[in-house]
């Protein structure tokens, strides 16, 4: 059974700094993963899709990368702003499946 | 387009009675997804449909819940009868094709049940 973990659960700081977010997961057969934002009380975003077959994606400021024989993904936001404060959540999408397995997400915090 | 579409976006209802809650997909997605969002269990698949057929419900709780989807633009979740533990928030999301896109989410429903 597929488990994503997101470490840290929790994450605070300044504006301005680089910062990297951490998503394991255990099965490495997956057709792709996904990362989210979502904002208290609100849907989800989908901030960057990464097929099983690539290394990374960018997108503005945020630059995901996925190592699919170590089970890991990783989401880099540069120059971090208060605005990006949010949880970020990321989801595997299992081969052979529409499932996506959601981890528990990183609540992260940029503080002025 | 408007984005997936959710009501209501909050509910409040006694312990016993029945819920529904309604998504109306993107237009032309093809698949539709139910999920459940809590603290302890974070967020999970409920259901999903592919051209309006349910393709795989194994997440669904118990037979107290029932989705269906009788257009390509409509589907409801029903919870009877519902239970304080079914307190969630509940999201649709939609996509089209096949695994390589990527699903867009609805803002949920907050569902309380007292």
């Known amino acids: 059974k597929q488990e994503v973990t997101q470490i840290p659960a929790a994450l605070s700081v300044p504006e301005g700094e680089n910062l990297v977010l951490n998503c394991s997961f255990t099965?490495?057969?997956?057709?792709?993963l996904q990362w989210f934002r979502q904002d208290p009380g609100k849907g989800l975003t989908s901030l960057l899709l990464?097929?099983?077959?690539?290394r990374e994606q960018t997108s503005g400021r945020l630059n995901a990368s996925l190592d699919k024989s170590s089970g890991r993904s990783t989401l880099y936001i540069a120059a971090s702003q208060p605005g990006d404060s949010a949880t970020y959540l990321c989801?595997?999408?299992?081969?052979?499946?529409?499932?996506?397995?959601f981890g528990k997400g990183t609540k992260l915090t940029v503080n002025p | 387009d408007a984005g997936v579409i959710q009501s209501p976006r909050h509910e409040v209802t006694e312990m016993g009675q029945e819920v529904t809650l309604r998504c109306k997909p993107i237009?032309?997605?093809?698949?539709l997804f139910w999920y459940r969002q809590t603290m302890m269990r974070g967020l999970e698949l409920l259901i999903y449909?592919?051209?309006?057929?349910?393709?795989?419900d194994s997440g669904m709780p118990e037979d107290r819940f029932s989705a269906k989807m009788p257009n390509a633009s409509f589907s409801t979740l029903k919870i009877q009868p519902s239970e304080p533990r079914d307190s969630a928030v509940y999201f649709c999301?939609?996509?089209?094709?096949?695994?390589?896109?990527?699903?867009?989410f609805g803002p949920g429903t907050r569902l309380t049940v007292l």
């Open positions: 999301a939609s996509s089209w094709g096949t695994s390589y896109n990527e699903q867009f």
């Open positions: 099965d490495s057969a997956i057709y792709n």
């Open positions: 990464i097929q099983s077959s690539q």
């Open positions: 989801a595997v999408r299992q081969g052979g499946s529409e499932k996506l397995v």
């Open positions: 237009s032309g997605h093809d698949y």
């Open positions: 449909f592919n051209n309006n057929v349910p393709i795989d």
